[in-house]
């Protein structure tokens, strides 16, 4: 069973970066589309980036294109988000998520493995 596990996260104030790391204990998601979503209080989680098993495409959401940037080690079984620029509606939990297929997506339903999440907060 995949086990991943998110880290990276913190307290930062606005315009700082922040790199979200997620391991995957059994690296049996190596073969996977993986993906990173959010969720801030009293809102539904949301997709904020995605990249297929070879690490050659990615997609993103509105709000955070030109901002972050998914990466992924499959060597390691690591995939991160380098995230810049970071605003006061980048707070939340960030989730990332293994695929059920090689191919990334935006739908959560598409994933079956998440992580527990890593508190991000931007404070303005």
Sequence with gaps: QV????SGGGLVQAG???????TNSRRTSSN???GWFRQAPGKEREFVATI???????NY????????????????????LQMNNLTSDDTAVYYCAAARSSLGSSAKDQYNYWGRGTQVTVSA
Excluded at 16 to 22: E, K, M, P, T, V
Aim: overall charge positive; proline content about 0%; aromatic content about 8%.
């Design 16 to 22: 700082d970066s922040l790199r979200l790391s997620c």
């Design 61 to 80: 959401a509105d709000s955070v294109k030109g901002r972050f940037t998914i990466s992924r080690d499959n060597g390691r079984g690591v995939l991160y």
């Design 32 to 34: 996977n589309g993986m």
């Design 3 to 6: 086990q991943l596990v998110e």
């Design 52 to 58: 297929d098993w070879r690490g050659s495409r990615t």
